[in-house]
């Protein structure tokens, strides 16, 4: 009799342990992904204040060469002072996607000054700023395939438990506006 | 992909233990042959192989840390910066943004084949290596996918185990091309005299095929690890441009042209295309590459792609 619930409390001994372990482990995984959504969150914001950075010089070099077009370059200033005060990941993404479109009514302009498009400083900018443009592209995307695996790891079984015990939320993803924004599309004709 | 990383270390503890257990073999032969031809019964044997294994523990620990500068110095590759080339640069970064990983330094080998291979220990310490005709002929596309095939090589640790293994069978290569000639002029004139044993005549014998073997051994090994690896580095460099047309046509350009002066049979399996001229035919030539065939590579980027842009 006495033995009998001996091996009965060490078998629930150990299959707790086990539990207890995997639980662990889970939960784990789950903190160090969330993690990687913050960091990954911090890159795309490394590359943005690169940009942010950039922005100034940009119109004050075109305002050597066009001075009245006022419109043009307040919209991009203003764009980024939004930008740089935004909270959430929804407001970022829309700031963003504001920028983006300023800066391209800004390198429209350019067209029109020829000078402006023959200064060696705005080329080197417009390079650099296509760099950036190019590099925030790729950190929303390591954003967002991080973003995936963090909901999909606490949406799915037993993840999902987990969440509703310690309150994990899904991410929001980096969205971008454009459909020709959203990776390289090849025109035959 | 993290059961990638923890393959690819075992592999490289395993190859490393192999090359020491080899080279402590030699020596302990070598021992054993010399009390065979001298008649005489030492215990060189024994110190011999201490001392192969000491040397062996200090080649292994310096090619560990060192492997990625030996392999650039033998290809002869260059640094080059950011000003110098930013389209490169700002590719390769981007692409390190998208995998979640440092940049890795840039090389190029002044070399008008179109070809590439990354190196180095880990993620921060490592390194991308293009050729010049590479960075010339593809476009922005191509050369996306030839970076982020060398980036997963990266993220995937391959790096460590290629460059390792171009090391250690380089040694292996040198070690047994010096014995076996020292066998072959030195052997012959103690064949007048009475044996010292059954024993230590098979040893020897043992010693002498295991030499003979270690070039086939050595090329196994450098098989083993590579073929699969790249089909693995190309779809995993896929996903990160969401671009396998890229890669694929860039693997057409290359395979045209990926003949790589610098290289050679010990650093050939580092690089995205063979670049060494193919030696053999038919049978063999599948047996004992060290890539995949290019048509096989690229039929799988396509199916991968689901038609886009092909």
């Known amino acids: 009799m006495l033995p009998g619930i001996i091996i009965l409390i060490v078998i ?30 911090h890159q795309i914001d490394v590359q943005l204040r690169k940009r942010y950075d950039l922005i100034p010089n940009l119109v004050e070099t075109v305002k050597g060469y066009a001075a009245h077009e006022k419109e043009t370059l307040q919209k991009v200033i203003e764009a980024r002072n939004t930008a740089i005060n935004a909270g959430t990941v929804k407001e970022q993404s829309n700031a963003e996607n504001q920028i983006t479109g300023t800066l391209k ?12 498009k023959a200064d060696q ?3 080197r900018l417009m390079e650099q700023l296509n760099g ?11 954003y967002n395939d991080t973003v995936m695996k963090f909901n999909t790891r606490i949406e799915t079984f037993p993840g999902n438990i987990f969440a509703r015990i310690f309150n994990f939320k899904n991410r929001d993803y980096f969205e971008i506006e454009e459909e020709s924004a959203r990776g390289p599309v090849k025109v035959e004709f | 992909m993290y059961e990638e990383i923890s393959k690819n270390r075992v592999k490289t503890y395993f190859i490393i233990a192999f090359f020491l257990a080899f080279v402590a073999a030699i020596g302990y032969f070598i021992g054993i042959y010399i009390d065979y031809r001298y008649q005489v019964s030492s215990t060189y044997s024994v110190i011999i192989m201490v001392f192969a294994l000491i040397i062996a523990v200090i080649i292994s620990f ?16 260059k640094p080059i910066t950011r ?16 995998a979640g990983m440092p940049r890795p330094k840039i090389y190029v080998i002044d070399d008008s084949a179109l070809n590439a291979f990354a190196t180095g220990r880990n993620p921060e310490k490592s390194v991308i290596v293009f050729t010049r005709g590479l960075i010339e002929n593809l476009d922005d596309q191509e050369l996306k996918g030839v970076a982020a095939h060398e980036l997963s090589h990266i993220k995937n640790y391959d790096i460590l185990l290629g460059t390792i293994i171009v090391v250690l069978v380089g040694m292996i ?23 010292g044993g059954v024993l230590s005549l098979v040893l020897v014998a043992v010693g ?63 690089f995205i295309s063979n670049p060494v001229g193919k030696k053999t035919a038919g049978f063999f030539k599948n047996l004992f590459n060290t890539h995949p065939p290019v048509e096989e590579r690229i039929k799988r980027l396509e199916q991968m792609s689901l038609g886009v842009g092909v």
């Open chain 1, 105 to 116: 009514s800004l390198f429209a302009l350019s067209e029109r000054y020829p000078d402006l």
């Open chain 1, 132 to 142: 950036i443009e190019s590099n925030i592209a790729y950190a929303r995307q390591f």
């Open chain 1, 121 to 123: 400083h705005f080329s």
């Open chain 1, 12 to 41: 629930l001994v150990i299959i707790a342990l086990v539990v207890i372990g995997v639980g662990v482990g889970y939960y784990n995984s789950i903190i160090s992904i969330r993690n990687r959504v913050e960091n990954a969150w």
């Open chain 2, 208 to 270: 002498v095929i295991l030499i003979l073997l270690s070039p086939l051994i050595a090329t196994i090994i450098r098989l083993a690890v590579s073929r699969n690896r790249e089909y693995l580095a190309d779809s995993s460099g896929a996903m990160l441009t969401r671009y396998p047309a890229g890669l694929a046509s860039a693997l057409r350009k290359i395979s045209v042209q990926s003949k790589v002066k610098t290289a050679n049979n010990a650093t050939a399996h580092l």
């Open chain 2, 62 to 77: 310096a090619s560990y840390y060192n492997s990625d500068k030996i392999v650039l110095g033998l290809t002869r590759a």
């Open chain 2, 173 to 195: 290569t040198i070690i047994s091309n010096i014995l076996l000639r020292s066998f072959f002029f030195g052997g012959r004139r103690r064949s007048s005299r009475s044996s």
């Open chain 2, 83 to 98: 000003e110098e080339n930013p389209r490169v640069y700002y590719i390769v970064e981007g692409l390190s943004i998208a």
